[in-house]
T-cell receptor, first 115, second 110 residues
C-alpha cells in the first residue's frame, strides 16, 4: 500500500526557534518521488521541493532543509530560525512510477509561529 | 503571467443544483487534476486528465463530472448527486513529475 503519515497534527513554536516536521512514507515501488507543499491561510498549495528515490542527498534552501532517509522511509523538513510568515499547514506527498503521476498527500501539519 | 487560475473564489450551491468550477492554465501542461480538501484534512483526488479528450476517475469521483476539450481548461461540475459538496476545491497541473496548484474555490451549500 502507498501511504504518507504526518504524525504531528499541530506544532507551535516561538519565533526564531528551529522546528522539524516529520514525514514517513510507505511504497512498494523502487522509483518514487517525495514532495513538500506549504498551504498558507490563503489556501493555495505552494510547491517547496521534490526528491526522487535515487537521490538521498539532503537539501538546503535558505532557512529550509530536508532530510531524506530511505532506511527509515522518512523525508523530514526543518525550518531554521522560524519566522511568523512560516505559519501554515505543510503537506508531505508521494507519487510513484506506476501511479500515472497521481500524488497522495499526508494529512498535514499545522505550524504556528508565535512572535 | 504564467499560472493556474480558478474561478470563482467562492461559490454557493442550492439544493438540487449543479455547479461548475473553472480551472484554466497557460503553462502548456498536459496533465491536470482536481482535488477536494475538507477542513483539517489532506487532499483527495477527484478526477485527473493526462491529455485532451481523456480523463480518469480518482478516489472520490462519485457526484462529480469533468471535461477536457482544451489543453488549458479542465472544468469540474459538482452535480446534485454529490450530497456533501461543501469543501475547498483545488485544481493542479503537472510538469516533470511535479504538480502546481491554483488558488482554489470554496464551495458552500445554501
Amino acid at each position: 500500500a502507498q501511504k504518507v503519515t504526518q504524525a504531528q497534527t499541530e506544532i507551535s513554536v516561538v519565533e526564531k526557534e528551529d522546528v522539524t516536521l516529520d514525514c514517513v512514507y510507505e511504497t512498494r515501488d523502487t522509483t518514487y518521488y517525495l514532495f513538500w507543499y506549504k498551504q498558507p491561510p490563503s489556501g493555495e498549495l505552494v510547491f517547496l521541493i521534490r526528491r526522487n528515490s535515487f537521490d538521498e542527498q539532503n537539501e538546503i534552501s535558505g532557512r529550509y532543509s530536508w532530510n531524506f532517509q530511505k532506511s527509515t522511509s522518512s523525508f523530514n523538513f526543518t525550518i531554521t530560525a522560524s519566522q511568523v510568515v512560516d505559519s501554515a499547514v505543510y503537506f508531505c506527498a508521494l507519487s510513484w512510477y506506476s501511479s500515472a503521476s497521481k500524488i497522495i498527500f499526508g494529512s498535514g501539519t499545522r505550524l504556528s509561529i508565535r512572535p | 503571467d504564467g499560472g493556474i487560475t480558478q474561478s470563482p473564489k467562492y461559490l454557493f450551491r442550492k439544493e438540487g443544483q449543479n455547479v461548475t468550477l473553472s480551472c484554466e492554465q497557460n503553462l502548456n501542461h498536459d496533465a491536470m487534476y482536481w482535488y477536494r480538501q475538507d477542513p483539517g484534512q489532506g487532499l483527495r483526488l477527484i478526477y485527473y486528465s493526462q491529455i485532451v479528450n481523456d480523463f480518469q476517475k480518482g478516489d472520490i469521483a462519485e457526484g462529480y463530472s469533468v471535461s477536457r476539450e482544451k489543453k488549458e481548461s479542465f472544468p469540474l461540475t459538482v452535480t446534485s448527486a454529490q450530497k456533501n459538496p461543501t469543501a475547498f476545491y483545488l485544481c493542479a497541473s503537472r510538469t516533470q513529475e511535479t504538480q502546481y496548484f491554483g488558488p482554489g474555490t470554496r464551495l458552500l451549500v445554501l
